[in-house]
């Protein structure tokens, strides 16, 4: 199935990536950073729930790979490689990648965020 | 730190989270329509009960109270015994039909104690369709030894008519 495309633009400049491209977005209050897997980012001046908006409305099914970390995080889920609730990161990887993208979140976020993926696999939990 | 736990919602894009307050407000309509209606069904139950508070139960027909003149006599087996001796003579005296050993059957005859204190008009008022046990008990019973008849209050005697029902079983019970 070919993934859409995420086409987003301001006054100069049109982005056009797609889902896959997009590692996170982060945001610092009023505007957010898209996050690519090449390591690159791009500013827009508008909010996470406003991202989401986007997403929802140019993704329809395939926005469900994003998921919203807490206040600041909107993240590929299809990239979470490791989450660590006692060191409150997330590691997002892929065996293309040259580098792993380490992200912080709170303890309750993560934990929410671990349970998420949990019940999506059914429970499947090993003794590490 | 205060709001720290309102900003922390996780959550799949796509997928409002506010699904999970609807379904919670969807499934209380349900409970609550369910309460109505279980609620209705109980008041009517109580409005039908009371209508049948009025109706009197029906009960069934109590043993038949006999009375007799003080003076009457009911009629007497060989002079002076009871009717349940007489039965016991009957089961002594009445045997199966030859060749009908392995059939269970039910008769009931009538029979009259006359005046005179003889067993007469021996009458089948129902047999099975093997007419042998029927007249075994017709024979068994003309060999019937004679009765003291039953006699009114002024003494004078009186027929009796009976009705005695004889069951064939082909196994002891």
């Known amino acids: 199935m070919r993934s859409k495309h995420i086409i987003l633009s301001n006054s100069n400049n049109l982005i056009r990536i797609t889902s896959e491209d997009l590692a996170y977005i982060s945001s610092d209050g009023s505007y957010s ?19 989401e ?76 | 730190m205060k709001t720290q736990s309102e900003d922390d919602k996780v959550y799949i894009i796509g997928q409002p989270e506010t699904n999970r307050q609807s379904r919670y407000i ?18 009517l139950m109580i409005f039908l009960g009371n209508d049948k508070s009025n109706q009197i139960a029906k009960g069934e027909d109590l043993t038949e109270v006999n009375i007799v003149p003080k003076a009457a006599t009911a009629p007497l087996f060989m002079g002076k015994e009871g009717v349940p001796t007489f039965l016991k003579w009957v089961g002594a005296n009445l045997e199966y039909p030859d ?61 009796t008519i009976y009705t005695l029902p004889v069951r064939f079983s082909k196994a002891k019970r």
């Not at chain 2, 969807?26 to 069904?41: K, P, R, S």
């Not at chain 2, 075994?136 to 019937?144: A, R, W």
């Open chain 1, 53 to 128: 908006k986007l997403l929802e409305s140019q993704l329809g099914l395939d926005s469900q790979r994003f998921i919203r970390l807490g206040k600041c995080l909107i993240i590929n889920s299809d990239y979470i490689y490791l989450i660590n609730i006692s060191s409150q990161e997330v590691i997002l990887a892929a065996m293309s990648w040259k580098e792993k993208i380490k992200l912080r979140a709170s303890k309750e976020a993560l934990k929410s965020l671990k349970k998420l993926i949990e019940d999506s696999f059914k429970n499947r939990r090993i003794n590490i």
């Open chain 1, 33 to 51: 950073t898209m996050h690519l897997v090449d390591g690159t980012d791009h500013m827009f001046s508008f909010n996470l729930r406003a991202f």
């Open chain 2, 26 to 43: 969807a499934y209380f309509w349900w409970i609550g329509i369910i309460a109505c209606v279980i609620a209705l069904i109980i008041t």
């Open chain 2, 99 to 159: 060749g009908y050993e392995t059939e269970d059957a039910r008769v009931v005859v009538s029979l009259i104690i006359s005046k005179t204190g003889n067993v007469e008009n021996v009458k089948i008022v129902c047999q099975p369709e093997e007419k042998a046990f029927g007249k075994q008990v017709i024979m068994v019973l003309k060999k019937c030894p004679k009765w003291t008849p039953a006699k009114l209050a002024d003494g004078s005697p009186i027929k």
